[in-house]
């Protein structure tokens, strides 16, 4: 009887054990898989806002650029009278860009008093935005019309212009112009959520300036007073969201009102004085994960259930058997207990493995969340450098307005650097298919010289503001027309050269020199050392210096700002080009990096050079000269810019606003009536790709042999690839290099 009870009161006890591990740990899983829910859910928010977000500051720069524009025009229209104004807003708002987005152009004088094209005036009730004299101001408004909100986008005209009307006289201080926020619909759409969210426009305090689809997730006037009242999860607050939106311009959390749990967003728009809301029920983010949870937590629940059973059927069995007979009792209960440790080894090993499982998924998510992290600081590392230039030598152009030399020196680095930058742009664009472990070189002809001679005017302007002395030494360099990719050689000794200037003292050397080694027939093997006297490195730091986020820490570079990515940005570039990279240092005397490449010699581009360069030298003269094109651009301020870039180098063209319209004219042009044809490629009635198809297969025979070059925004490899597929003889990419269009007039228009 007494060992009965004391079975009885090991099996209760062993059976109440179960239960309360099995307790706990389903508790435990629960929350760990709800916290893991909760941040895929805000990453999931951030990430389809984020897109939100871009697409409308996209939106508000072009905006601003428009408006750019019209004050431009404005400041050069003669204008006497209020009668004039009008007149001239009637002129521009009957182009059809403005007719199509219902835009309302404006101007305003300096009491604050609006006049629109259809002769509506008024005073602005939005004036304290007006109260500090901005350059530009965008807010949204209600009071311009009686049954929409409008955008408004106002640039202070550098001239104020005086009109007379009637008897008195106003100031114009501002133009721009107004357009309804309907406009911004389609960019307020949220498929992922099927549009069960609300968008709200604010303005600073809060109050709603506009709702994009009509669904009113929270009711008031004033978002803000609701997100306050609303109950927070994870210990946070709307102050601390208000706090981090003031910081950061943005900010996401989620809390919960009248029951229901909602996750929002809140940016700052750039550039405008409005704020965005973006509101979803959490019912709605991440469904397919919170699926996925509840699966997991029912497999979790069976899994203990089936486990307590086992535990408690072989407890009763070693009950049974202990009845009958006391030593065999004993055993079998040894080896019955011997066999529930392996199980329960086995399930704690399975457990460890699910574990390790949840950690590697953890891990992956925090290596993707790094990478985009590196990209931002790579691009901000190799961005910053060009910019410093331009930004310097436009403060310099600005002190010597009145020495037209040495603004055309300033103007030519002032290029140099741009296209250093547009460089920079393209990797930026290509970025996708270096995070793929896809990234391929762009391949073109490149003059080595012009390429070190816009590094060196870059360096040079940098070396100049640490009073530091820049050496360039070319040695004899045979070929200097070669087969590479220009922007990936600029961002190797931009990095190498940035750093010399950063680490050498004031008053300090850094020399550059270009030598041509020995190689075979078809390529060229160059050599490029960049040597300084700054502070040097130590010997331990060689050792990583090519590893990523890995910086020297002692006095002399502490004060230097840097990520830490140029070293091993220009070691992978170095590479991917087939090349070597070495570096000697020594602290307090400098450094020596020593970069070895090898490139196809471009041997048509030598040859042209050797025929061509003598006459050309003689004359001065632009191969565009007496050109004549047929061009095909629907952007009105891109087909201006095209127009006068190809008469100030003596050629003329013809502009058609869309593919139909080339494709008609071509075919009843006659031999000798153009040169070339210059073809955008996005295009309304009929794109770019169409038309060059249709001219190669049309009657006309002329269209079998006129070079057609591709002039388009899109950079990509594919698109370069779809506009030769389309009949294309070469893709030239926005914005418009004139040298690069005479280097292909050269090659495809042979001039008698």
Request: hydrophobic share 40%; proline share 3%; net charge negative.
């Amino acid at each position: 009887m007494w060992k009965n009870k004391k079975h009885l009161r090991i099996l209760l006890a062993c059976i109440l054990a179960s239960c309360g591990a099995v307790s706990v740990f389903s508790i435990l899983s629960r929350t760990y898989i709800s916290n893991l829910v909760y941040k895929e859910r805000l990453n999931q928010m951030e990430e389809i806002t984020h897109q939100m977000f871009r697409s409308l500051e996209d939106v508000i720069d072009n905006h601003w650029v428009n408006a750019e524009v019209q004050c431009n025009y404005l400041a050069y229209t003669a204008m006497g009278t209020d009668s004039d104004l009008y007149n001239y807003l009637q002129r521009i708002s009957a182009l059809s860009y403005f007719e199509k987005s219902e835009t309302t152009l404006m101007a305003v004088d300096s009491a604050g008093r609006y006049y629109t094209a259809q002769g509506n005036q008024g005073l602005l009730r939005e004036m304290s935005y007006l109260e500090n004299n901005p350059e530009e101001v965008s807010y949204v408004s209600n009071s311009l019309t009686k049954n929409d909100s409008r955008m408004v986008f106002l640039k202070r005209l550098d001239t104020p212009i005086s009109l007379k009307t009637g008897t008195s006289e106003i100031s114009l201080c501002y133009f721009g112009f107004a357009q309804s926020m309907e406009q911004l619909n389609p960019y307020f759409c949220c498929d992922a959520y099927s549009n069960h969210n609300s968008v709200y426009v604010l303005d600073n305090s809060g109050l709603k300036l506009f709702n994009s689809n009509g669904t009113e997730l929270i009711k008031g006037h004033n978002v803000y007073t609701v997100l306050s009242q609303m109950s927070y999860f994870h210990g946070s607050s709307f102050e601390e969201a208000k706090a981090q939106l003031h910081a950061t311009g943005v900010c996401y959390s989620n809390a919960v009102l009248e029951g229901t749990e909602y996750f929002y967003s809140l940016k700052q728009m750039e550039n405008a004085q409005w704020t965005l809301a973006f509101l979803v029920p959490a019912a709605d983010v991440a469904v397919n994960t919170q699926k996925l949870v509840n699966l997991v937590t029912v497999i979790i629940l069976l899994f203990a259930v089936v486990f307590s059973a086992a535990i408690v059927l072989i407890l009763w069995r070693l009950q049974r058997e202990r009845q009958r007979d006391e030593l065999l009792a004993e055993q079998e209960a040894n080896l019955r207990l011997e066999s529930y440790n392996q199980q329960l080894s086995q399930r704690n090993e399975e457990l460890k493995q699910a574990k390790e499982v949840t950690m590697e998924a953890l891990r992956s998510a925090e290596q993707a969340s790094q990478a985009k992290t590196d990209f931002l600081s790579n691009m901000s590392h190799d961005i910053r450098t060009p910019m410093n230039a331009i930004v310097g030598i436009t403060t310099l152009m600005k002190n010597e307005l009145q020495e037209p030399d040495k603004l055309a020196d300033h103007l030519n680095k002032l290029e140099n650097a741009g296209r250093l930058l547009l460089g920079i742009i393209n990797d930026i664009l290509d970025m996708s298919r270096i995070e793929s472990g896809k990234t391929t070189l762009n391949v073109e002809p490149m003059n080595l010289m012009e390429q070190i001679n816009r590094i060196d005017s870059v360096i040079r302007q940098q070396a100049r503001q640490r009073k530091q002395t820049l050496t360039l030494v070319t040695s004899e360099l045979h070929h200097i027309n070669v087969l590479s990719d220009p922007n990936r050689l600029n961002q190797i000794l931009m990095n190498i050269l940035s750093n010399a200037v950063k680490y050498t003292p004031v008053g300090g050397h850094i020399r550059l020199e270009v030598q041509e080694l020995p190689r075979g027939e078809h390529y060229a093997k160059y050599r490029f050392i960049i040597e300084d006297d700054g502070i040097g490195m130590s010997e331990e730091y060689l050792k990583t210096i090519f590893d990523p986020f890995t910086r020297e820490e002692k006095s002399g570079t502490n004060h230097v700002q840097g990520t830490g990515l140029g070293m091993a940005i220009t070691k992978r570039v170095v590479n991917l080009m087939g090349g070597i990279i070495r570096v000697e240092s020594t602290p307090g005397h400098g450094s020596r990096f020593e970069v070895v490449l090898e490139f196809p010699i471009d041997t048509a581009a030598e040859q042209a050079a050797c025929d061509q360069a003598a006459p050309e030298a003689e004359k001065g003269v632009s191969p565009l000269d007496g050109m004549r094109f047929l061009c095909a651009e629907d952007n009105l301020i891109n087909a201006e810019i095209l127009e006068m870039l190809l008469e100030s180098k003596g050629a003329s063209c013809k502009i058609c606003a869309n593919g139909q319209e080339i494709v008609d004219d071509f075919a009843d042009v006659q031999p000798g009536e153009y040169d070339m044809i210059l073809m955008d490629v996005q295009m309304p009635v009929m794109d770019g790709l169409e038309a060059a198809r249709r001219i190669r297969s049309g009657e006309n025979p002329l269209g079998k042999t006129i070079p057609i070059l591709a002039l388009t925004a899109n950079a990509f490899l594919e698109d370069m690839q779809k506009s030769k597929d389309a009949g294309m003889n070469e893709h030239l990419s926005k914005p418009v290099d004139i040298a690069t269009l005479e280097q292909m007039v050269r090659r495809f228009c042979k001039k008698p």
